[in-house]
C-alpha cells in the first residue's frame, strides 16, 4: 500500500471510530455500554495506527536505501512467512478466547485466557503472568460489575 492510502485509511479509521463514540454517549446509560465498549478502544487503536503511519512514512522518506536492503532478493516465498505465522497463531489464541468465553463464562475464561497467553505467547515468567491476569480480571470486575452495574 502506497504512504498516502495509508496515511489516509488511517485517518478515515480515526474518523468512523470517533463518529461511533459520539453516537455512542446520545444512547441510554445502559444500552450504550455495547457501543462505546467497542468504538473507544477501536479510537485508541485507530489514532495509534495514525501515528504510526505518519511516522513510517517520514522515516521511508528518509531511509530508502534501509528499506531496499530490508527486501529479499527476488525468488519463492515462503508458504507462511514469520509475520503471517505470528497472525495466525494470535488468530487462533482469540478464537480460543472465543471458545472459552462459550463454554466457561467471560469471567472464568478471561483470567485462563490472560494467563495462558502472557506465560506461552509472550513468554514471561509465572509471577508476571499471574500478576497481570489477577489484575487484569480485578479492573474488568470493578469496572463492568462494580461500576457499570452490568454482568458480562
Do not use: C, H
Not at 473507544?40 to 536492503?69: C, E, H, M, W, Y
Not at 471458545?99 to 494467563?115: D, E, Q, R, S, T
Not at 513468554?123 to 460489575?145: D, E, N
Request: net charge positive; glycine share 8%; aromatic share 14%.
Amino acid at each position: 500500500m502506497k504512504k498516502a492510502e495509508e496515511i489516509g485509511f488511517a485517518a478515515f479509521l480515526v474518523i468512523v471510530f470517533a463518529l461511533f463514540v459520539i453516537l455512542g454517549w446520545g444512547y441510554a446509560k445502559r444500552p450504550r455500554i455495547v457501543p462505546l465498549t467497542l468504538s473507544i478502544p477501536g479510537l485508541a487503536l485507530s489514532v495509534l495506527n495514525f501515528g504510526n503511519s505518519i511516522v513510517k512514512a517520514k522515516r521511508a522518506g528518509t531511509d530508502q536505501k534501509t528499506k531496499r536492503a530490508e527486501t529479499s532478493p527476488g525468488g519463492p516465498q515462503a508458504a507462511l512467512s514469520t509475520e503471517n505465522r505470528k497472525i495466525l497463531v494470535i488468530w487462533t489464541w482469540i478464537i480460543a478466547l472465543a471458545v472459552g468465553i462459550n463454554f466457561l463464562g467471560f469471567m472464568i475464561a478471561l483470567p485462563i485466557f490472560l494467563l495462558a497467553f502472557i506465560k506461552f505467547f509472550a513468554k514471561r515468567t509465572w509471577k508476571l503472568s499471574t500478576l497481570i491476569a489477577a489484575s487484569f480480571t480485578l479492573a474488568v470486575y470493578l469496572v463492568f460489575y462494580v461500576g457499570l452495574k452490568t454482568t458480562l
